[in-house]
């Protein structure tokens, strides 16, 4: 049981260019997050699933883009890489439901956009 | 608005010396409050969650309280490697996924 994975570990981008930070959950949990951390800051959601096929802005959406094709995979997207993308990015997951949902959270992508 | 403030931004302290850690929230009715640690290049590692005022829930050396206002982690005889960020998140009642999270506090535990 691997949990959330995590891939790359560590990118670094120049200005416009685009990539994909791969995420994958090994818990059948219904509920995926994409958070970015910046120092001193609290986590900020930028997508969340509440299962395949449906996929809903967080708090900061812009610049970036997220599927949902199966429940297990949950990549998301930057286009045009802006400075202000630098960020640790972290993907979660949680069952959903009517309880207090606990989120599990990968290793982070840590990326450099220069 | 809800929110999160933890407190302070960070700790020292002396190998085996016990303190407590502040998580204040401002939440339209609760629905659970989480404690999370995170090591230095690591994801966010969940610790407990707790539901009610009054709820307490230990691990180790750690021990979480709830009140209607603020959460405290409490931590007993500390060793270096209970050393990171330790994260309070809440998540409301009218919310199924949402967390409003916390800054954090780093604590360092020296030998």
């Known amino acids: 049981n691997a949990g959330v994975t995590q891939t790359p570990k560590f990118r670094i981008l120049k200005i416009g260019q685009s990539m994909t930070l791969q995420c994958t959950q090994d818990?059948?949990?219904?509920?995926m997050y994409w958070y970015r951390q910046d120092p001193g800051m609290g986590l900020k959601l930028i997508y969340y699933s509440v299962g395949a096929g449906i996929t809903d802005k967080g708090e900061v959406p812009n610049g970036y883009n997220v599927s949902r094709s199966t429940t297990e995979d949950f990549p998301l997207r930057l286009e045009l890489a802006a400075p202000s993308q630098t960020s640790v990015y972290f993907c979660?997951?949680?069952?959903?439901?009517?309880?207090?949902?606990?989120?599990?959270f990968g290793p982070g992508t840590r990326l450099t956009v220069t | 608005e809800d929110q999160v403030t933890q407190s302070p931004e960070a700790l020292r302290l002396q190998e085996g010396e016990s303190s407590s850690l502040n998580c204040s929230y401002t939440v339209s009715g609760l629905r659970g409050l989480f404690w999370y640690r995170q090591d230095p290049g690591k994801g966010p590692e969940f610790l407990f969650t707790l539901y009610s005022a009054g709820e307490e829930k230990e691990k180790e050396r750690l021990k979480a309280t709830l009140t209607k206002k603020e959460s405290f982690l409490h931590i007993t005889a500390p060793k270096p490697e209970d050393s990171a960020t330790y994260l309070c998140?809440?998540?409301?009642?009218?919310?199924?996924?949402?967390?409003?999270w916390g800054a954090g506090t780093k604590l360092i535990i020296k030998p």
């Open positions: 979660a997951s949680s069952y959903g439901g009517q309880g207090a949902n606990e989120q599990y």
């Open positions: 818990m059948n949990h219904n509920y």
């Open positions: 998140a809440v998540q409301a009642r009218d919310s199924n996924y949402q967390l409003i």
